[in-house]
């Protein structure tokens, strides 16, 4: 019963180089979607999906690119990574209707030198 | 757009004590629904209790129970019995729906409250 499953768990990164985050859920959720966490900011929405093929911007977009080809699996993908990207990331999935809670993974802690 | 605000940075407990965090949210919807969840050190996000915004009785889950004021737009998780386990970071989050009760899974968090609880 794995759930949403995340990796990697810790990464480093130097300035410009770029990584794909990689998400993915066997409970055949239909949504999924990106959060990052900083210190006195709570989890703020990058990117999400309705489905696979539907995805759509969140509060803070820039500088990361989603995609979703599967209902499964959903990667994030940091083009030219920034220090301001240094970020504990997760990911979240959750059923179209009836129970709404969003399941999440077990985060990534992303650290850009 | 919907904001969610934690006004407690942090907060303290003694064991089997009761404590409150607040939370107040802003939205010009009217169906919607609300969660709190919790951080414990190893990162996981764990789900304490939710609460639908059509139904007036407020949300309870053993020790954990909400009091939800719709009016004021106002969301507080009280922990009863606080035990060493529940130190953890709390989130309380909002998640807008249609009439029919759908969601499209995105979630508004607020700040965040550190709880400690002390032996």
């Known amino acids: 019963n794995a759930g949403v499953t995340q990796t990697p768990k810790f990464q480093v990164l130097k300035t410009g180089q770029s990584m794909t985050l990689q998400c993915a859920q066997d409970m055949n959720h239909e949504y999924m979607s990106w959060y990052r966490q900083d210190p006195g900011m709570g989890l703020r929405l990058i990117h999400y999906?309705?489905?696979?093929?539907?995805?759509d911007q969140g509060e803070v977009p820039n500088g990361y690119n989603v995609s979703r080809s599967t209902t499964e699996d959903f990667p994030l993908r940091l083009l030219s990574a920034a220090p301001s990207q240094t970020s504990v990331y997760f990911c979240?999935?959750?059923?179209?209707?009836?129970?709404?809670?969003?399941?999440f993974g077990q985060g990534t802690r992303l650290t850009v030198v | 757009a919907q904001t969610v605000t934690q006004s407690q940075p942090e907060m303290s407990v003694q064991e089997a004590e009761t404590v409150t965090l607040s939370c107040t949210y802003d939205?010009?919807?009217?169906?919607?629904?609300l969660f709190w969840y919790k951080q414990p050190p190893s990162r996981q996000m764990i789900l304490v209790i939710r609460?639908?915004?059509?139904?007036?009785q407020n949300a309870t889950e053993n020790r954990f129970s909400v009091n939800f004021q719709k009016a004021a737009k106002s969301f507080s998780l009280k922990i009863s019995d606080s035990q060493l386990g529940d130190t953890a970071m709390y989130f309380c989050a909002f998640m807008n729906s249609n009439a029919g009760g759908t969601s499209y899974g995105k979630l508004t968090f607020g700040q965040g409250t550190i709880l400690t609880v002390h032996p």
């Open positions: 979240a999935s959750s059923y179209r209707g009836g129970r709404t809670e969003a399941f």
């Open positions: 999906s309705v489905g696979a093929g539907i995805t």
């Open positions: 939205t010009s919807e009217n169906n919607y629904y």
């Open positions: 609460q639908e915004a059509y139904k007036q």
